[in-house]
Each structure stands twice: as structure tokens, then as C-alpha cells.
């Protein structure tokens, strides 16, 4: 007679459920907090993922996953978390300049010998967190609890942080691991205490839900530059497109005395759309909800504090025009479940060695994270532009993009999270102004810079002008001049970038 016997209780896994301990406490389930509770779990680290609400999210940034961010994520093994969420294929941008459109498609992988061309997906991004957290709960290793953090535990005498205390359905509750990870996201309650920096937000993104909305170049995400602010539109499934208005602070448009944000989305933001969007963006601002969310810029640091480790948004953030996010957010999971291998780091308590490792984490990560993070910045200063400098430096950047090849592939793969080489971002960035600066002394003016000939999204045409030539050479003067000032302004918003990311 076969006698049945109960396998025997996992006792790393009681230890977890019962007495709150593990290798490894997480605080947040998002983006970067599953992705890292399932690398760890998969190294078989003990993992404790906490989150205080598991119910779906509703977000309208974090919806857009670059192609280096897919790559990331096949190599965590998550792929599958794009599937079964109406994602949609993303092959590159459309950058419409004054009603004026370019192609930007992702370059081709020159490793690939049938030169394919990489995708990014788009999706509402509540369906891709849940995916994500199925994932993390089926890990070996993962027990994820909701629970909302309230404090870090701190060793009095040494600093070291010993895990968490929270509350579980009102209740006071703990939780405690040899590392402690926080990525708690944009709005971090713990920031404050331990990194030096603060986030600085200029702007705002105002998002809407398009309902089947007819995009000039479907399975692309659409830039639209004009007299304002740059506004985004991509599709985040088979009806829903987002459109995200940049409004920076203290916009007179948008001001109580003259409407409020719904003024100016009807009156300045609507005429400027392409037309066959501004039908669905009408009804979408008559009938859906309008939701905002800080553009914050924030440095990256370094983590000094034994036994915690921040992450994600929690610790560095980028002008969310680029898309990048979520892409440096799998790609530091990548970086760092390699640094805290067992092989390299048998145990996480041995903190001298962990804090090595985070040391190494903060500038082995900056090959790519630097260069996306100073391409946000340096493009939502020229797609913002307010002052003709800037106006002459955006008109370049189009005009770039316009040439073509090497114009292109270049920029985008950066953008893209292909392209790891802060020398590329350099070279394609000054060339721009070089251009900007060139096209001053053929003609091509920016538009609204006062200069003349360009038109709304034209360029001069030299020569269709009578007595043109000597009007070239009696501008030259004034011209050189300009030319100054414009390559001065590309300094003036590439270096102050250049240096956080230098000396964080």
C-alpha cells in the first residue's frame, strides 16, 4: 500500500510568509520593482516584493517601450509581459514641424544579416504592470504582499537599514532583509532623506484618451512643433491613442484669468494638431478625463546607504518626451542582478562588498542612462523652444532629420537605447547647431524668430528674392553674430546636463 507523504514546507519560503524576512526586501511594485524581485528571485534570492495597492494603475506616462527596453526585457526573460495587453508595434516617430512631417524609423541592426529593424511596443501601461506582477508572483523565490511602507528600520549605531515597517490593513507590520530596495517611483516619500538631489519640474504633461484616432503615420509616435510646446501622440491600443500636451509652468494660455488648461488645449493646442486628429482630440477634451503629471529632471546618485539601495524614478528621472523610462529601468535591472550575482556576492549581508557594488552599478549604468538622460533634456529644450535662439536650433534639428541616413539612424538609436556611445549624442547634437547656424546665412529663418524668409515650417529659398544675394552679404554681419548666440545657447542647455551627470 503507497503511503502519501506532504511535501516538506519550503523554509526560506515560511520564513517570508511568516516572519517577514528574506535576502531581499523590495518597496514597489511597479516598473522597476518587479523587474528587479524577479532577477533576484531567479538567482534564487530570497524576495519580499511589497506594494501598498495591487489594484491595476492608471497612468499617463510609461507607455511607450523602446527597442533597447525590449532587449532588456528578453534578457530578464519578461517578453511575454508585452503579450496579451493590445500592445502596439512602434517602428519610429514622426516629427511634424509646423504641419511639415519627417519619418524617423528605428535604424537597422547592422549585427542582424537581415537588417531587420527593431520595434518598441505601446500599451496602456496599468495591463503591462499587472503582467508584470503575475510574473513576479510565479518567480520561485517572490512572495509579493500588499502593504504600504511607512518608514525604513535603521540600526541606531551604524546607519544600516534593516528593512521596513508598514501598515497591512491598518495595522502596524515588518518586514526585514539584508537589502533594501526602494523604488517607490516618481513621487518617493524616502527621497528626501537619503539623495541630496530634489526633482525639478518646468512642466507638465496634460494627457487625453483619443478614441480611433487617425494618425498620420500609424505605428509611429507623432511629435508635433509649433508656437507652443511640444505635444505627443502614439497609440496605446487597437482605439485608444494618448495624447500628451506639454504646458511648462506660468503659461499665460493656460491661466485661470484667461480659461484655465482646457482654454488653452481648445484654442492653442487643438488648431495646431494635424487635421485629421483634431476631430477625436475635440471629443476626447468634451467627454474624457484630463490628467497631469509632473516632467521632473532628476540627477542620478550614487548609493551610499548600507543596506539600501534606491532605484527607478526614485533616484533618477528624465523629461518623459523621449520615452526612455521604462528602458534605462529594465536595462539598470539588467546591470545590477549581474553586479549581485551569488557568484560575485555569495551573501547580500556582507555590505562592504554590496556597497561596492553599488559604487560600480552608478557608473557602469551611465553608457546608456547618461546618454538618455541628456537627450531628454537637450530635446525638450529645442521641441520647447521659447526664444529665437532655440527657435533657430529647433528649425536645425528638423532640417537635420530631413537629410536623412547617418541624420537619422543616429539620433534615433540614441533615442532608442541602440546606441550606448555619449560621443555619438555629441557629435549628432553640435552637428545640429553647426546646421542651425548655416542655415541662418542661406535663408532658413526660424519661424516666429523675427528674422524673416522662413515662413511657418518653410525654409528661404535663396535667390527668389529680388536683390537676395546683397541682402546675404549686408546680413552676414549680423548674422555671425546670431550664429554666436545660437551656438552659445547649445552649450548653455547641453552642458548644464553633461555636469549632473558627471558629478552625481
Known amino acids: 500500500m503507497a503511503v502519501m507523504t506532504q511535501p516538506e514546507p519550503d523554509p526560506i519560503g515560511v520564513r517570508r510568509r511568516l516572519h517577514h524576512e528574506a535576502d531581499v526586501v523590495v518597496v514597489g511594485a511597479g516598473i522597476m520593482g518587479c523587474a528587479v524581485a524577479v532577477a533576484l528571485g531567479k538567482q534564487g534570492r530570497s524576495?519580499?516584493?511589497?506594494?501598498?495597492?495591487?489594484?491595476?494603475?492608471?497612468?499617463?506616462?510609461?507607455?511607450?517601450?523602446?527597442p533597447g527596453g525590449i532587449a532588456a526585457l528578453e534578457k530578464l526573460g519578461l517578453r511575454d509581459c508585452l503579450e496579451g495587453i493590445d500592445a502596439i508595434t512602434v517602428r519610429g516617430y514622426e516629427v511634424i514641424y509646423y504641419g511639415e512631417g519627417v519619418e524617423i524609423p528605428y535604424p537597422e541592426n547592422a549585427d542582424d544579416t537581415n537588417r531587420k529593424r527593431p520595434e518598441g511596443r505601446s500599451f496602456h501601461h496599468g495591463r503591462f504592470i499587472q503582467r508584470l506582477?503575475?510574473?513576479?508572483?510565479?518567480?520561485?523565490?517572490?512572495?509579493?504582499?500588499?502593504?504600504?511602507?511607512?518608514?525604513?528600520?535603521?540600526?541606531?549605531?551604524?546607519?544600516q537599514i534593516l528593512g521596513v515597517e508598514s501598515q497591512t490593513v491598518g495595522k502596524p507590520d515588518f518586514y526585514f532583509g539584508h537589502l533594501t530596495i526602494i523604488s517607490d517611483g516618481y513621487a518617493s516619500k524616502f527621497r528626501k532623506q537619503y539623495i541630496r538631489h530634489q526633482p525639478i519640474a518646468r512642466s507638465k504633461f496634460y494627457g487625453l484618451e483619443l478614441i480611433d484616432a487617425d494618425l498620420p503615420r500609424p505605428q509611429h509616435g507623432h511629435v508635433v512643433l509649433g508656437d507652443g510646446a511640444p505635444v505627443l501622440l502614439y497609440q496605446i491600443g487597437t482605439h485608444e491613442t494618448r495624447a500628451l500636451v506639454d504646458v511648462p509652468e506660468n503659461l499665460p494660455s493656460a491661466s485661470v484669468k484667461n480659461g484655465g488648461i482646457k482654454n488653452h488645449l481648445r484654442h492653442v493646442v487643438l488648431p495646431s494638431l494635424p487635421k485629421p486628429v483634431q476631430s477625436s482630440f475635440e471629443a476626447a477634451l468634451d467627454t474624457g478625463a484630463?490628467?497631469?503629471m509632473p516632467n521632473s529632471f532628476l540627477p542620478p546618485s550614487t548609493n551610499k546607504t548600507p543596506g539600501m539601495m534606491m532605484l527607478g524614478d526614485a533616484m533618477n528621472m528624465r523629461h518623459p518626451l523621449t520615452g526612455g523610462g521604462m528602458t534605462v529601468a529594465f536595462n539598470d535591472v539588467v546591470?545590477?542582478?549581474a553586479l549581485l550575482h551569488p557568484a560575485i556576492v555569495p551573501d547580500l549581508s556582507n555590505t562592504p562588498l554590496?556597497?561596492?557594488q553599488m559604487s560600480s552599478f552608478h557608473w557602469r549604468r551611465k553608457s546608456l542612462t547618461s546618454v538618455i538622460n541628456i537627450l531628454a533634456q537637450a530635446l525638450y529644450s529645442l521641441f520647447a523652444a521659447s526664444d529665437p535662439p532655440l527657435k533657430t536650433l529647433q528649425l536645425g534639428c528638423f532640417r537635420y532629420f530631413q537629410a536623412g541616413g547617418s541624420c537619422i539612424d543616429g539620433p534615433v538609436g540614441l533615442l532608442a537605447g541602440i546606441i550606448r556611445q555619449p560621443l555619438t549624442l555629441f557629435y549628432h547634437f553640435f552637428a545640429v547647431a553647426l546646421y542651425a547656424i548655416w542655415l541662418l546665412f542661406v535663408g532658413g529663418a526660424a519661424p516666429g524668430s523675427g528674422d524673416g524668409g522662413g515662413g511657418r515650417g518653410g525654409q528661404y529659398a535663396p535667390g527668389k528674392e529680388k536683390g537676395g544675394a546683397w541682402r546675404k552679404v549686408l546680413a552676414a554681419p549680423g548674422n555671425v553674430v546670431k550664429g554666436v548666440g545660437v551656438f552659445w545657447k547649445a552649450c548653455e542647455v547641453l552642458g548644464p546636463v553633461v555636469v549632473s551627470e558627471v558629478r552625481s
Open 354 to 356: 554590496v556597497l561596492g
Open 335 to 337: 546591470l545590477l542582478s
Open 290 to 292: 484630463l490628467r497631469s
Open 47 to 66: 524576495v519580499l516584493l511589497l506594494e501598498k495597492s495591487l489594484k491595476e494603475p492608471d497612468r499617463i506616462v510609461g507607455e511607450l517601450l523602446q
Open 133 to 159: 506582477r503575475e510574473a513576479a508572483r510565479s518567480t520561485p523565490n517572490v512572495t509579493v504582499v500588499e502593504t504600504k511602507v511607512t518608514e525604513l528600520v535603521k540600526n541606531g549605531d551604524t546607519g
